[in-house]
């Protein structure tokens, strides 16, 4: 071993040139690469964070409809316990589902109406 030849490494210099600038274009690669990822997470949170929004607005519509139709319930049974005869029971119950049908109509509406406008809120490409 100590007769053998000293190598003598020495790289050209076009070589160690091409080497820097492949290093410095991976570099710029991955740096663009990061860039990008960084850009889709936070438009993903965005997205995220306007469907949870939308979300929760749906869910409080709901729960204010159900109020809304509990309190219905309750005055309709109110009346009901104040009717004099079969007539006007049957009167203040063909009254009480044609307003709960339109009732429900309407707010079957405003969900849906909510519920679109958070899907189309939370797939619009934000900046």
Request: overall charge neutral; cysteine-free.
């Amino acid at each position: 071993m100590a007769n053998e030849p000293m190598w003598n490494f020495d790289v050209p210099t076009q070589m160690r040139q091409f080497a820097e600038q492949s290093v410095e274009q991976a570099k710029k690669a991955v740096d663009g690469f990061m860039t990008a990822a960084q850009k889709t997470a936070a438009a993903f949170e965005t997205h995220a964070t306007t469907a949870h929004s939308g979300a929760k607005d749906v869910g409080q519509k709901a729960m204010s409809f159900a109020e809304q139709n509990i309190a219905n319930s309750f005055d309709f049974a109110q009346k009901l316990v104040r009717a004099k005869d079969i007539q006007e029971v049957i009167t203040l119950q063909s009254e009480f589902l044609k307003a709960q049908m339109q009732a429900l109509s309407a707010q079957a509406k405003e969900l849906g109406a909510t519920a679109t406008k958070t899907a189309t809120d939370a797939a619009k490409p934000k900046e």
